[in-house]
């Protein structure tokens, strides 16, 4: 069983940046593929970035550009930097573990882009 712990959510103005972290157990986090989801009011959860084990990266069409995936295995630790927010990134963020054949979420983190 894996273990995600997000943190780092909040309220920031548009035009403002938020870092969100997500913490893992376990002693294989390295081999994990990890993402970044979003869930806003009446929407479905969908992905926001991902990293697999060897570093590569992919991102919705929506925060190409602003929103940055890293991880730092020696921490166990998954990062989402996001900059230039917008009040559409608006949701709920989770943190996703995935190794096959599973599949782990953190409880998630709101993240409120308000003036």
């Known amino acids: 069983q894996v273990q995600l712990v997000e943190s780092g959510g909040g309220l920031v103005q548009p035009g403002g940046s938020l870092r969100l972290s997500c913490a893992a157990s376990?002693?294989?986090?390295?081999?994990?593929?990890m993402g970044w989801y979003r869930q806003a009011p009446g929407k479905q959860r969908e992905l926001v970035a991902v990293?697999?084990?060897?570093?590569?990266?992919s991102y919705a069409d929506s925060v190409k550009g602003r929103f940055t995936i890293s991880r730092d295995n020696g921490k166990n630790t998954v990062y989402l930097q996001m900059n230039s927010l917008k009040p559409e990134d608006t949701a709920v963020y989770y943190c996703?573990?995935?190794?096959?054949?599973?599949?782990?979420w953190g409880q998630g983190t709101q993240v409120t882009v308000s003036s």
């Open positions: 376990g002693s294989i986090f390295r081999l994990y593929v």
């Open positions: 996703n573990a995935q190794i096959a054949p599973n599949n782990y």
């Open positions: 990293i697999t084990s060897g570093g590569g990266t």
